[in-house]
């Protein structure tokens, strides 16, 4: 990849993410224009590795930080502005889907993603048994949470 295509691509990865953050008030506002004011400098100053740090600190983010509903509002984003379809993504969806049919539905995190989940494989009998068990752990968290 030439230094300029894979510079452009990074600005739009960083910008795309921290654009997402501040719309959804994950961090500080006025940190966040702060890095975005970074990174658009970076960018400038051709310095890659700058870039590649910081895009690599906002998948950490995302891994540790983002709730998984974000996590998949994120992925359309992504897929919208960046053109690519975001693996690592449906990764951690997946990762903590695995965790839910493991431990149960714990938090409020913990029901959006499987009811998301639900919606996803609703039609795909292929997952039905899958399907069925995520049904009654929601099942089980609307009798607790009522």
């Known amino acids: 990849m030439k230094e300029e295509s894979k510079l452009d691509l990074l600005l ?32 400038r100053e051709k310095k890659v590795k700058v870039l590649e740090a910081t895009n690599k600190d906002f998948f950490y983010q995302m891994r540790e930080v983002m709730p998984a509903a974000y996590l998949l509002e994120l992925k359309k984003i992504w897929l919208e502005k960046v053109g690519e379809d975001f693996n690592d993504i449906q990764s951690l969806i997946n990762k903590k889907i695995d965790k839910i049919l493991k431990k149960g539905i714990k938090t409020l995190d913990d029901y959006e993603i499987t009811h998301n989940e639900v919606e996803n494989i609703w039609d795909d009998s292929t997952q039905k048994e899958k399907l069925e068990v995520l049904n009654n752990l929601l099942n089980v968290w609307h009798a607790k949470n009522s």
């Open 12 to 43: 739009l990865k960083c910008l795309t993410f921290t654009e997402f953050f501040y719309q959804k008030e994950i961090y500080d506002k006025g940190s966040l224009q702060k890095l975005k004011e970074v990174i658009e400098q970076s960018y």
